[in-house]
């Protein structure tokens, strides 16, 4: 359940953007504006908190969020900046280009803003209030779009509000948002560039950058992203089965609030929320202690569970 909360609408000052880091700090949602749409913000190292960003906005699944830094040094501390990597963020950055990097061994982002991948998506906003508020907040701030699911990007506070007002903590309004489209994404995770969206900054511009063709999203592409290559979602090595009410032999148990005995537990209160929030580091750690079928317990189907269901179901889906 979302706690219905007081909104604040925070000024672009000093004392709103020093209200607005606090916030984040400690774990609570803050909208603000970059370039492209206003994001809704959380501290990416808080699983918690991030839980908080799909509950605020009732979105029905997990993807990877996008981790805004301040800075080309901070984007190094979770990622792997590859010489190419280095020289897109050299020349965009601050700027509508999110680029996605293997996850560096210093990463502090958690499992569920990277959905489970060992890949990042870094950006680094152009709007100054958007970094001084990442720099004062300390950490990577994961944000997707301030509105609610399946609405419409918002371009200024009011259009917040109008989504989130009583969902979230507060919004730092900064006025309109300039470009209004999402953020190109490039993936530079092997020794070929991919294009995965485009978006702000074009396509044209990013390749006289790297001196070659970018590989995906274009029909006329002759190298179209081989399937599977880069794929966007984390499933466990072991196959899955729900709604268990008991274990099978040979079966290691994901719980529920307490459902299954001597299983490791998403919430042995029963809280949708941690669960949301331990379900990516859960499956990874009974990835990596040898589980070869997980059964995991009924997680009701309101709230996060909507989300929590939906990847669990479709790890349990036959595989290639
Ligand atoms: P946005 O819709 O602007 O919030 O951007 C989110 C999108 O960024 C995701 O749906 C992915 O396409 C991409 N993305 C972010 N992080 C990653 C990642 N670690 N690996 C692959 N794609 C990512
Ligand atoms: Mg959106």
Same mark, same amino acid.
């Given at each position: 359940?979302?706690? #219905?909360r007081?909104?604040?609408?925070?000024?672009?000052?000093?004392?709103? @953007?020093?209200?607005?880091?606090?916030?984040?700090? @400690?774990?609570? =949602? &803050?909208?603000?504006?970059?370039?492209?749409v206003?994001?809704?913000?959380? %501290?990416?190292?808080?699983?918690?908190?991030?839980?908080?960003?799909? @509950? *605020?906005?009732?979105r029905?699944?997990?993807?990877?969020?996008?981790?805004?830094?301040?800075?080309?040094?901070?984007?190094?501390?979770?990622? &792997?900046?590859s010489p190419? #990597?280095?020289? +897109?963020?050299?020349?965009?950055?601050?700027?509508? !280009?999110?680029?996605?990097?293997?996850?560096?061994?210093?990463?502090?982002?958690?499992?569920?803003?990277?959905?489970?991948l060992?890949?990042?998506? !870094?950006?680094?906003? *152009?709007?100054?209030?958007?970094? %001084?508020?990442?720099?004062?907040?300390?950490?990577?701030?994961?944000?997707?779009?301030?509105?609610?699911?399946?609405? &419409?990007?918002?371009?200024?506070? %009011?259009? &917040?509000?109008?989504?989130?007002?009583?969902?979230?903590?507060?919004?730092?309004?900064?006025g309109?948002?300039?470009?209004?489209?999402?953020?190109?994404?490039?993936?530079?995770?092997?020794?070929?560039?991919?294009?995965?969206?485009?978006?702000?900054? $074009?396509?044209?511009?990013?390749?006289?950058?790297?001196?070659?063709?970018? /590989?995906?999203?274009?029909?006329?592409?002759?190298?179209?992203?081989?399937?599977? =290559?880069?794929?966007s979602?984390?499933?466990?090595? *072991?196959?899955?089965?729900?709604?268990?009410? /008991?274990?099978?032999?040979?079966?290691?148990?994901?719980?529920?609030?307490?459902?299954?005995?001597?299983? =490791?537990?998403?919430?042995?209160?029963?809280?949708? @929320?941690?669960?949301?929030?331990?379900?990516?580091?859960?499956?990874?750690?009974?990835?990596?202690?040898?589980?070869?079928?997980?059964?995991?317990?009924?997680?009701?189907?309101?709230?996060?569970?909507?989300?929590?269901n939906?990847? +669990?179901?479709?790890? /349990? $889906?036959?595989?290639?």
């Open positions: 359940m979302t706690h #219905a007081t909104t604040l609408r925070l000024p672009a000052d000093a004392a709103g @953007e020093a209200q607005a880091a606090r916030i984040l700090r @400690e774990g609570g =949602l &803050v909208a603000f504006p970059t370039e492209t206003y994001g809704l913000g959380a %501290d990416a190292t808080n699983s918690r908190a991030v839980a908080g960003i799909y @509950e *605020a906005k009732g029905p699944r997990f993807n990877p969020l996008i981790a805004h830094v301040a800075s080309i040094e901070q984007a190094r501390r979770e990622g &792997v900046f190419l #990597a280095e020289k +897109l963020a050299q020349k965009f950055w601050p700027g509508p !280009l999110t680029l996605v990097v293997p996850l560096a061994e210093t990463a502090s982002v958690c499992d569920l803003a990277r959905a489970g060992p890949s990042i998506g !870094l950006r680094m906003p *152009a709007p100054k209030i958007a970094r %001084d508020l990442i720099a004062a907040a300390g950490r990577p701030i994961a944000a997707p779009s301030a509105n609610r699911s399946g609405h &419409v990007s918002p371009a200024n506070a %009011d259009h &917040v509000l109008a989504d989130l007002d009583a969902r979230i903590d507060a919004v730092l309004d900064g309109a948002c300039a470009v209004g489209v999402e953020s190109t994404i490039v993936a530079l995770l092997d020794d070929r560039p991919r294009l995965l969206r485009p978006g702000g900054v $074009a396509r044209a511009e990013i390749e006289a950058v790297l001196g070659s063709a970018l /590989a995906g999203a274009d029909p006329s592409d002759s190298q179209p992203l081989a399937p599977g =290559l880069l794929a979602h984390y499933a466990p090595g *072991a196959s899955v089965r729900l709604n268990a009410r /008991a274990l099978e032999p040979g079966e290691t148990g994901l719980d529920f609030a307490g459902q299954l005995s001597g299983a =490791l537990d998403l919430s042995p209160s029963g809280d949708l @929320e941690e669960a949301a929030a331990n379900l990516f580091s859960a499956l990874r750690r009974l990835d990596a202690a040898g589980a070869t079928r997980i059964a995991v317990a009924p997680i009701p189907a309101q709230g996060l569970g909507e989300a929590i939906d990847r +669990l179901a479709r790890a /349990a $889906a036959p595989r290639p």
